[in-house]
Nanobody, 118 residues
Framework: HVQLVESGGGAVQAGGPLTLSCAAG????????MGWFRQPPGKGRDGVAA???????SYRDLVKGRFTVSKDNTKNILYLQMNSLQSEDTAIYTC?????????????WGQGTQDTVS
């Protein structure tokens, strides 16, 4: 079981930045994905941004140009830099890890961190 611990969530003004971090334990899959998901109030959880095993990134259309996903491979930390935040970005943000087959299969989840934009 891979442990994932998010940090960096909080309350910010609209238009402001916020950076989230996800510290992951040593991942056992040879080909793995890591990414961010979010769940707005009263809605389901959807993908936000992710890395596949080749370092390719993907972003949800709503956050393209505003959010940047990155990682520190030495420390095994995943980041999400969020800029120009809007009220619709308010959500619980959760990091995930999984196997990279033809697509990412998400196996492990963190507890989530609240981001509130006012």
């Amino acid at each position: 079981h891979v442990q994932l611990v998010e940090s960096g969530g909080g309350a910010v003004q609209a238009g402001g930045p916020l950076t989230l971090s996800c510290a992951a334990g040593r991942y056992t899959y040879k080909r793995n994905c890591m990414g961010w998901f979010r769940q707005p109030p009263g809605k389901g959880r959807d993908g936000v941004a992710a890395f596949d095993c080749d370092g390719e990134t993907s972003y949800r259309d709503l956050v393209k140009g505003r959010f940047t996903v990155s990682k520190d491979n030495t420390k095994n930390i995943l980041y999400l830099q969020m800029n120009s935040l809007q009220s619709e970005d308010t959500a619980i943000y959760t990091c995930s890890a999984g196997k990279h087959l033809l697509v990412c299969v998400w196996d492990y989840w963190g507890q989530g961190t609240q981001d509130t934009v006012s």
